[in-house]
Nanobody, 120 residues
Framework: VQVVESGGGLVQPGGSLRLSCAAS????????MGWSRQTPGRQREWVAR?????????????SYAASVKGRFTISRDNAKNTVYLQMTSLNPEDTAKYYC?????????WGQGTQVTVSS
């Protein structure tokens, strides 16, 4: 399984940005996909998660970190095997490298990350 993020960049406070995460490979075994973020010197912080495994009872469920709930939305385009993170009302504290991950059976696969910088 491979996951590749895109869509990062520089945005002003209060602005919006949409990140994309394209999955490829043995995607049938992916049960959930999500986003985390990390700033230098800090631990990686979980941001959002979407249950993507169609055989799971909570298929389609989403969950968010308290710091982004109400501002970020995770969604999926099944036809494109892509998960999105729509981010609104961005503030400088959201500045980080954002990483996509895919849970495949007992293994979690991570992308290389995409940088989001919120600054005026």
């Amino acid at each position: 399984v491979q996951v590749v993020e895109s869509g990062g960049g520089l945005v002003q406070p209060g602005g919006s940005l949409r990140l994309s995460c394209a999955a490829s490979g043995s995607i049938d075994g992916i049960t959930s996909m999500g986003w985390s973020r990390q700033t230098p010197g800090r631990q990686r912080e979980w941001v959002a998660r979407l249950i993507t495994g169609s055989g799971k009872t909570n298929y389609g469920n989403t969950s968010y970190a308290a710091s982004v709930k109400g501002r970020f939305t995770i969604s999926r385009d099944n036809a494109k095997n892509t998960v999105y993170l729509q981010m609104t009302s961005l503030n400088p504290e959201d500045t980080a490298k954002y990483y996509c991950n895919a849970a495949h059976f007992l293994t979690t696969y991570w992308g290389q990350g995409t940088q989001v910088t919120v600054s005026s």
